[in-house]
Structures are given as C-alpha cells and as structure tokens.
C-alpha cells in the first residue's frame, strides 16, 4: 500500500491510543498496539516496521507461514489471533511468540508440549467470550476459573491474561460494558494467577472504550491498512 497513506494511518492511531490514555489518566506506555496483518502482504508489513511497529497479530496460519520468512531480517514479534485446530498447534508453537485465542484446555497442553525447547516461553492469552452469543469463539466466563488453574500448571506457557472479541455495536456504553466484564474477570482471577497483566481488547472501531477500561493489547487492522478485501 501507500506508503504516505501507511505512515498517516499509523500517526493518527497513535493520537487515538494517546488521547484515550490521557483521558483515562493512564500511561499511553502500558498500552501495545498490535498491528493486524491478516491478509496484508509482506511489503506492507515491512513498511509499517519501518513506521516504527514492531508487533504483528495473524489470524491465518498458512498465510502467516508464507509471510515470515520473507521478514526473517526484521525482529518482529508475532501474535496469533485465530482459532486454533488442534493439528494447527505444532506450528504455531513454533513459530508465534504470543497466542491469544486459547479457549481449551486441550490446545493449552499441546502448545505447551510443542513449544520447542530452544524457544521462550510461549505468552498467552485466553480467548473469552464475553457477549454470550454461541456463535462466537472463546471461553465462556463459567469455564474460565478451572481453565486459567490448568494453564499456570503447563511449563512451556506464561499465562498472560485475556482476549476478547465483543459483538460489534456502535454503542460506546455497551463497548464498555462488554470491555468492562473481560477487566473484572482479570481482577477476579489475578487472585489465582497473579502474573496476568494482559488485557488483549479494542480494535480499531473500539479502541477508545476498550483503554477506558484497561485494554494493554488493542489490536488495529483497518486503522493501519485499511480495509480488507475478503
Ligand atoms: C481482524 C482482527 C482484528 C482487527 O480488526 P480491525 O477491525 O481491522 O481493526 C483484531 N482482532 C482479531 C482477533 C481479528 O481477527
């Protein structure tokens, strides 16, 4: 893409981040913005690098696969942010530095078998489904305390904290809301695992609403790269 239309993209995200820490009187620091790369070729990501990202998010394991050897010289992090099959796992543990759509315990223990051992740690976080409809993915709330008890357990993991894609709605109180549920399970659940920091929410129609509620991963597609083709 444009390289011009790239820079001001991510220029007037990183005002949106900053007013949005301002107003809810946090540091814009503890807030990562990761860029959502699905579907955007290699190029592009090597210009927004160039703009001074450093964080990718793909939601596609093949199409990611293509993508990373071609920016081998750049030292990015990478996120996944898909579902995940579970003949999916071995890759992806070999190949992400974050996952942040694990909403089972069966995929948590084969991640974890899979990291390799000349890796870190692999972050994650869970994925939770905090709108209630059946057809989104993620962990419910319910299942959430017996889930996050059975990471901490797993050594190749770190257990960071959640991830959630709410319905989309224009409404910033119900935004809030939904946002609002994902911290106050985190406050809950830091009680079993105090090293969860993480809270992957916002994208680039919500971002404001998910800092006002403590969002440190907002995960921006369209706002980077515009919109999506597929
Ligand atoms: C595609 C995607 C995003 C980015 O969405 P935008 O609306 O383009 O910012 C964020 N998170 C997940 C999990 C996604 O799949």
Request: proline content about 4%; aromatic content about 4%.
């Amino acid at each position: 893409m444009n390289e011009q239309l790239l820079s001001d993209n991510i220029s007037k995200l990183l005002q949106r981040v900053r007013l949005s820490a301002e107003k809810s009187q946090r540091s814009e620091c503890d807030i990562l913005v990761l860029a959502v790369s699905k579907t955007r070729p290699a190029a592009d990501i090597r210009a927004a690098h160039d703009c001074g990202l450093l964080e990718f998010g793909e939601s596609y394991l093949q199409e990611a696969l293509v993508k990373m050897p071609e920016l081998e010289d750049l030292d990015l992090t990478w996120h996944f942010i898909g579902p995940i099959q579970s003949n999916k796992t071995r890759a992806i543990a070999g190949h992400f530095d974050w996952v942040h759509s694990v909403d089972r315990s069966k995929i948590a223990r084969r991640l974890s078998e899979q990291r390799p051992q000349d890796m870190a740690p692999l972050q994650v976080c869970i994925q939770v489904n905090i709108s209630g409809e059946s057809s989104k993915s993620g962990a419910t709330l319910e299942e959430l305390p017996q889930l996050v008890r059975e990471i901490i357990t797993l050594p190749r993991l770190r257990l960071r904290g959640f991830m959630a894609i709410p319905a989309a709605t224009g409404d910033t109180r119900l935004q809030r809301q939904s946002f609002g549920r994902l911290r106050t399970a985190l406050e809950q659940l830091q009680v079993i695992a105090p090293a969860m920091d993480t809270l992957s929410m916002g994208m680039s129609a919500d971002i404001e609403a998910a800092i006002a509620e403590g969002a440190t991963i907002v995960r921006a597609g369209t706002a980077i790269f515009g919109s999506r083709n597929r």
